[in-house]
């Protein structure tokens, strides 16, 4: 098919998109540990959740585990950027390990949250997956039975909690903002006198691809979500432009995904990145569709990110 025989299709980029502010730290730390120590540098479970990113670390001599178990006496290790329960950072010291904690910043916020209601007398509700790295993290800040794990609306009117118990709720950082606010006023209406966090634990970056995907949405017969299928802020952006009406809305990790046959007929697609997919993949992406179409791309803006992350005292060269 010659460039003038192609079919025309336009593509609508979701901004912000792509990497946050700590999946940024997290891959820094990593790559700086390597730089200061060397090859091999162990990390806990994925660094974060993509496997372009893990692949291309571990190109560079990180070598990922599932437990510290399976990290040599003396050695480094990184934790990831979801969060650990506080067992680890103790197994890694009773081990002689010299770690890393590359949890984001904001989901060591929500820690400090559950530390401090737990000290301060109240049963933790903690909104969010079950299974999902940062809930066990968050969870294993505490004694067992200190937190409530709820999913669903439902689940607030399954919760049993004894009567007069003092009650506060936290949540994950990368949940559907409106599925949230949908718990939370459930929560809130069978139990009035519940704490909420001083500043919602949601993160700005989550918040904002929600809201990008909801702008792009409106002008695309299909979203493309670039992220990995265990990413949960991926996911919720599927979710998302689903609930705007896009009928079509998929999760792909790299171009080679990209279900063609789904896009046949097709005139407009939007395309946003999860917080842990390199603006890489997005040029991947719009190159795959320059192959096959006659292409015109424009980006809608909703916010402006500015944030960034101080890097551990250990690697950061400005502190030195």
């Known amino acids: 098919m010659t460039p003038a025989d192609r079919p025309s299709i336009a593509l609508v980029l979701a901004a912000p998109r792509g990497f946050c502010a700590g999946v940024d730290r997290a891959i820094q730390i990593v790559e700086r540990a390597l730089e200061r120590f060397g090859a091999p540098v162990y990390v806990r479970h994925e660094i974060v959740h993509n496997r372009f990113v893990v692949d291309s670390l571990a190109a560079k001599g990180a070598v990922f585990v599932d437990e510290l178990d399976e990290v040599p006496p003396g050695a480094h290790v990184v934790f990831s950027a979801h969060g650990v329960p506080k067992s680890v950072p103790a ?24 530390e401090r209601h737990h000290r301060e007398g109240r049963l933790i509700v903690l909104i969010g997956h079950a299974g999902h790295p940062e809930v066990i993290g968050t969870m294993g800040q505490l004694p067992a039975g200190a937190v409530l794990l709820i999913e669903t609306v439902a689940d607030v009117a399954a919760l049993q909690v004894p009567h007069g118990e003092p009650l506060a709720y936290i949540t994950q950082t990368t949940l559907s903002v409106d599925d949230t606010a949908g718990i939370i006023a459930a929560l809130k209406q069978r139990f009035p006198q519940i704490e909420g966090p001083k500043k919602e634990d949601i993160c700005y970056a989550t918040t904002n691809r929600q809201v990008a995907v909801k702008a792009i949405a409106a002008h695309s017969d299909a979203v493309l979500v670039i992220g990995a299928p265990n990413s949960s802020n991926s996911l919720r952006l599927v979710e998302v432009a689903k609930r705007e009406g896009c009928r079509i809305a998929l999760l792909v990790q790299r171009a080679v995904d990209i279900d063609w046959t789904a896009l046949e007929g097709v005139k407009s697609v939007g395309i946003t990145a999860g917080a ?18 006659s292409v015109t791309v424009r980006e809608i803006e909703t916010a402006t990110e500015s944030v960034q992350f101080k890097l551990p005292v250990a690697l950061d060269a400005s502190a030195a």
């Open 276 to 293: 842990s997919a390199p603006e890489l993949l997005v040029e991947e992406v719009i190159a795959a569709f320059r192959e096959r179409y």
């Open 91 to 114: 197994d890694a010291e009773a081990r002689r390990l010299s770690y890393l904690d590359a949890t984001c910043p904001l989901v060591s916020k929500v820690h400090r949250e559950a």
